[in-house]
């Protein structure tokens, strides 16, 4: 009876003693070394993963410039503070990239631009679009059933009247918003930039009329009495160029539909 | 012929009230035609077809208007005679914008049509087929698919058997069920037709047994057809119209997941678009106008109207007599199940719309949907035997992934499983929006393949 149990113990300890010393061996000579910097580039990330940076999370992105694929501005919410963090740990020279925010180009709450019917489906952007084209009588505006304030991570969306609104104070530019708007009508925007063409029509003006009471028509009066070039017109659509700062704050007064305002 | 009763059963499936008294005794009948017509390009599957007159030009009633634009695709011609006034932008029923030709009608009886085939019998398929594909013709049941198409299977697999779907199960709709007890025997010629284009040696009409009268003109007209002929008459049910159930119901073959209805060697054709083959074929007459249903409880007098393509909805009811009861609450193109609500009644029709249903406000109701309580009904009424429950849960939570697992692409988006949900729950609004979202990830998936 002895014998047996000493016997397996001998074999159970002969094997273990075996494989440890070959795991020991194959630690050694066959470790996969890795960039000790992408360890360390990752603890000075925020750990957000929002993927606002374009890559898969956190430690995608450190993996990229440690590799040196990625430029080390790319960091929304860890801002200044991290770049220079990682410029300093790396060595190297960093200029901060301009600080974008989501914008929804559409100022036609519920009051502006009136319902054509009721809709009782789900409360879901996509659906309700796909809904005889969705239930407001401008086709090109917000819906307002707040699929992106649903995708948001930071909660930096509300819907007020039937009208998405991001807080660019709170927004973290990761573009999750822009993917999922069923009417492609939320832009990143330069957050230096206070002034823009919150519509996103690009219908003749008496159809815009018909639709909304704040829409773009087209007048060029923006075009002509703005900053030369900041406003362009891109059919019947105004649009602003925020390559060029806009010094001229009257546009805001001269456009008739009140569709050119601060944010 | 003879006449057999189904003897299957598919699974599932639910029993409305059917409500087709309304509009099953009005014979078949003209309008009074609007001053304008607006013809949607996008009046079947696939690409639109590219207009082909500019405002200005003068068309004949059966004039191309429309190229057809791509293999799956339709030419479409001018309904009426006129001038062309503008290429304008309308609302189709499904409520996407597409691109229509307005014509400003003129009375004249010139015709623009093609050549009639005397002698059909001894024309080469691939004529017929061409005529078929010239003439625009669609499957007219709904999902106007292009009937040149479905006639022309691959040789790799064999038509055996050419099913006439004469079911018509949406409530309320009467325009097929006319069309059987007043053009038999043109439907009979149409079927006769695609039967030799296919080289199919069985043919069946089948037909729902709650249309009596339909059953006994096509038993009538049907005599002497030669082969393997029958009328199998199915038991009401709602979605019998529906292809797979049909051939189920039919033959008791079953179509593979993924598969089409060639795979089982069968091709569905609808009564209607036999009507348009036949017409094509021996009169030379393109698809330019249909049998449309306008019915429900808020329209004054029910009728079946022969309207051409691009009257706009509010013709047709002021040629019913107007809203009965003041208006209406919803006016649905197509049936209650299947059919969309529209917004606007410049809606114009097309090859695809059977029907206008207009309802009171007494019979629309508006539900709050509520949280799944897991009774299972949708599971047993679902004919595609999907658990709609859990799909719906799946979309909710924007697991598309997990949707698609469990087979989200095989809903026929019937609605059976919407209509007996206690919880109200908009299962096929979920569906739809979860099949979107798959097409969408497909197609860009395809454009980075390429």
Known sequence: MDNIILEALLWIGLIGLISGIALAVAAKYLAVKEDPRIAAINDLLPGANCGGCGYAGCADYARAIAEGQAEINLCTPGGLA??????????????????????????????KSKKRFAYNGISDCAAAHATAGGDKSCTWGCLGYGSCARVCPVDAITIENGLARVNKELCIACGKCVAICPRRIIKMVPVAANIHVLCSSPDKGPLVKQACSTGCIGCRLCVKFGDEGAFVMDGFLAKVDYSIPVTKEEVIEKCPSKCIQRN | MQTIKSPYNFKGGIHPAYHKELASGSAIQGLPLPATLSVPMSQHLGAPAKPCVKAGDEV???????????????PVHAPVAGKV??????????????????IERVESDETDFMQPMTNWQSRSKDELLARISEAGIVGMGGAGFPTKIKLSPPMDKPIDTLILNGAECEPYLTSDHRMM?????EIRLGAEIARSILGAKTLR?????????????????????????????????????SEKQQIYAVTGREVPRGGLPMDTGCVVENVSTAFAISEAVVKGIPLIQRVITVTGDAVQNPANLMAPFGTSYQSLIDACGGFRGGRPAKVIS????????????ATPTGKTASGVLLLSPGRVSQYTSQACISCGRCVDACPMRLIPSELSQFVEADDIEGAEGIALMDCIECGSCAFVCPAHRPLVQHMRRGKACIMAQRAAAKAKRD
């Not at chain 1, 220079?84 to 100022?107: F, H, P």
């Not at chain 2, 209650?336 to 009644?345: D, N, Q, T, Y």
């Open chain 2, 334 to 345: 197509g049936g209650p199940m299947m059919g969309f609500a529209v917004s606007s009644l």
């Open chain 2, 85 to 102: 006034n503008a290429i304008a932008e309308v609302l189709t029923a499904s409520g996407r914008p597409c691109q229509a030709v307005v």
């Open chain 2, 205 to 241: 009409i089948a037909i729902e047994d709650n249309k009596p009268d339909a059953i006994a003109a096509v038993e009538k007209a049907f005599e002497g057809v030669a082969g393997d002929v029958a009328l199998t008459v199915l038991r009401t049910s709602y979605p019998h119209g």
């Open chain 1, 82 to 111: 991290c770049m220079s963090n990682i410029a300093a740990y790396l060595g190297v020279a960093a200029t901060a990239a301009k600080k974008k925010s989501a914008l929804v180009l559409c100022c036609g709450d519920n009051d």
């Open chain 2, 181 to 185: 007890v007043e053009h038999a025997r």
């Open chain 2, 60 to 74: 004949k009633k059966g004039t191309l208007i429309g190229a057809q634009a791509g293999f799956i695709s339709a």
